[in-house]
Each structure stands twice: as C-alpha cells, then as structure tokens.
C-alpha cells in the first residue's frame, strides 16, 4: 500500500534548474528515510541523495553544491532542487522511501530529467 508519485522532470538547458517532488502515501512518512537515485541506460543506478527521518543527508560528489533534498512532512513530500544542471545529469530519476519498520525499500515510478547542452 505504500506508493510514490513523482513529478516535475523535464527537458532543460545547461546552468537551469528543476525541483522534482515526490509525494508518498500509505506510510508514516516522517518516519521513513527518502532518497533520490538516477539510472541511464549506460550505468547502474546510483544513489543521489538521501535525507533520512533524523533529517542526516548525504549525496552524491557529482551533485554537492547543486542539489539539495528536503521534505515537508506535513504534506508527505520529498523534494530534490536541482540547480546548473549539467547533461550529465540526465537520468530517469527515482524516488525512495525505506520503512523503519521492515526495511523494505519502496520505489517511485521514475521520472525523466534531459539537459541539453
């Protein structure tokens, strides 16, 4: 019963930005730890960012400085702003969310992010 919904991927330019969200249901959210992963065809899917339920967060080298994962639990979202992104960046982008109760690792359903250059 616990799903996420993503959104706000798109087709960018270089040095914009993106703000995607993901919304979870189904679940005591502010007691799950979130995280955003990428994948491409040309590698493996890799972790992002993470931001857990003490609110800790880690990321990426690639992205320190330009990304930034926060979450509002009053209305269940975890955000992932994206600012100078770089084609490099271009992934379909997964949101999840671990209980705390079982562990268990729910995935979104992807979301395209494209940088042109």
């Known amino acids: 019963q616990v799903q996420l919904v993503e959104s706000g991927g798109g087709l960018v330019q270089s040095g914009e930005s993106l703000r995607l969200s993901c919304v979870v249901s189904?679940?005591?959210?502010?007691?799950?730890?979130m995280a955003w992963h990428r994948q491409t065809p040309e590698r493996e899917r890799e972790l992002v960012a993470a931001?857990?339920?003490?609110?800790?967060?880690n990321y990426h080298d690639s992205v320190k400085g330009r990304f930034t994962i926060s979450r509002d639990n009053a209305v269940h979202t975890v955000y992932l702003q994206m600012n100078n992104l770089k084609p490099e960046d271009t992934a379909v982008y997964y949101c999840s969310a671990r209980s705390p109760f079982s562990g268990r690792l729910y995935w979104g359903q992807g979301t395209q992010v494209t940088v042109s250059s």
């Open positions: 189904g679940a005591a959210f502010r007691l799950y730890g």
């Open positions: 931001m857990e339920a003490n609110s800790t967060t």
